[in-house]
């Protein structure tokens, strides 16, 4: 009986045009720390699927001298296979190596200088976590039909670093803009709720129930919420066509941005996150300055 | 109706109590007087019967609900049964008279037809069906003490309670809205009016409860304001 959505929508509307700067200045705040949350997610998503995808890839290559008899190699492979560390070893032969080449370069005339097969045979180990690379390594060294080892040990660790600080840059940050849009809001309430002091002073004298003094209010906090959430999500989504598009250009062996089902995540998780700082604010304001 | 038992009312941070140890007992349709100089207590206890107030000691009893101890979110319900009327009107200045009285019933929750049907009827009770869509500024004081009166009463409460209702005043005015709280007490309503408006009580001659320094001096049936002095 109490919650009458018409009556409290209208009441909404009314307030919110009669205090529009504090409100867009509430509703901005909102949208900037969901779109600073929200693309420091994305950043650390993306990172966080290159990461997954380089994991995949190789990540100690060994090159070996020309001429090991084959016995050797089935052998070193068999045996590299049995490390623990170890998630999966191929053989890529001389005649591999150049087919390879051929391919990546097929509109290239380069290939027209190459004469023979320079190429050596490799085995191309990946790992089951990419800090045990070093181990690896380590074991490997020194034997005599190695020729050298290549391993991407620091661009992983650099692209793990970075996953984290983004993360955490993007949570202190949201955090604090977070903080700032949560105390406007609470202005913004506490003005409506002084703006419309008289009404309720008479809705407590004849009787209306607490909730039905409190929900206008309440209600104006998530509506700021949420417009600031649906902001922060158009922007976004602006952001990240524009970055897929832009980076794909001259990276094209980089992901397509965020598979679908993530992005969805993502939004939804921004669109509660306002809801909730809109709520919280009203909240607030409640609390301190509507005694019912 | 209103049963007051030993309350005691003292404010936070002061050393005499506002209420000091006041008994009193008033019957379903009783029309009484409280009377008192400024700052004897009449808005206290008045504060105290809306529980806007919490007693300090003692116990009140409204239509045998103990409203002392009440649950807080009980309160609302106990106030849609009492009237309150004040002395600066308290009314909306951006509603009309009819708008004023219908937010009353809208914020109670009670749906549109009734309000449709209760506005008028009482509008015309207290005598101003002529200038319901009129704004409380293109009224006179007394007019919009009518509508006050009204708004207090368009939920058919068991009780009204004025606070100073004719401080604003001219004497010809209050005696209207004296005659206007009778009027509605012959409805069976209890009615408490807060005054110090001597003539009106003189005349009168109703119950008259009178306070001075918190205390309750005299219970007098068909009293007057005081003795001469």
Partial sequence: MSFRPFYFIKESLKSFRK??????????????????????????????????????????????????????????????????????????????????????????????????????????????????????????????????????????????????????????????????????????????????????????????????????????????????????????????????????????????????????????????????????????????FLRV | MIKIHNITMKYKGSNHPAIKDINVDIDRGEFVFLVGPSGCGKSTFIRLLIRELVPTKGDIFIAGHDIVNMRRWKVPQLRRNIGCVFQDYKLLPNKTAYENVAFALEVIGKPSRIIRAQVPEVLRLVGLEDKSESYPDELSGGEQQRVSIARAFVN?????????????????????????????????????????DREMVDNMRKRVLALEEGTLIRDQQRGVYGYEE
Wanted: aromatic residues 8%.
């Fill in chain 1, 19 to 288: 205090n529009w700067i504090i409100n867009i200045a509430a509703i901005t705040t909102v949208a900037l720390s969901l779109l600073v949350l929200g693309f420091f997610m994305f950043v650390a998503f993306t990172a966080n699927s290159w990461m997954k995808m380089t994991e995949q890839k190789v990540e100690v290559v060994v090159f070996l001298n020309d001429g090991v008899p084959a016995e050797s190699v089935e052998a070193m492979q068999s045996e590299i296979m049995s490390w623990d560390d170890v998630r999966k070893v191929t053989y890529v032969s001389k005649d591999q190596a150049l087919e390879r080449l051929k391919k990546e370069f097929k509109d290239s005339d380069m290939l027209s200088m190459i004469e023979g097969n320079p190429l050596p045979a490799s085995f191309e180990i990946s790992l089951k976590s990419p800090d045990k690379a070093d181990d690896v390594v380590k074991r490997l060294k020194g034997r005599s039909e190695i020729e050298s080892i290549r391993h991407d040990r620091q661009t992983v660790e650099r692209l793990i670093n970075f996953t984290k600080m983004a993360r955490w840059v993007g949570i202190i940050f949201a955090g604090l803009l977070a903080f700032a849009s949560l105390v406007l809001i609470a202005n913004a309430i506490r003005l409506a709720i002084y703006a419309r002091r008289k009404e309720i002073a008479i809705m407590r004298l004849v009787g209306a129930s607490n909730w039905f003094i409190r929900w206008p209010f309440l209600l104006e906090g998530i509506t700021q919420g949420l417009i600031g959430a649906l902001i922060a999500v158009i922007l976004l989504s602006i952001i990240q066509t524009a970055i897929n598009e832009n980076v794909k250009k001259f990276l094209a062996f980089l992901p397509n941005g965020l598979p679908t089902q993530t992005y969805y995540q993502l939004i939804f998780a921004l669109v509660i996150a306002g809801i909730m700082i809109g709520a919280a604010g009203s909240a607030l304001a409640l609390r301190r």
């Fill in chain 2, 156 to 196: 058919r409460p068991a009780i009204i309670l004025a606070d100073e209702p004719t401080g604003n005043l001219d004497p010809a005015t209050s005696g209207d809205i004296m005659a206007l709280f009778n009027k509605i007490n012959r409805t069976g309503t209890t009615v408490l009016v807060a005054t110090h």
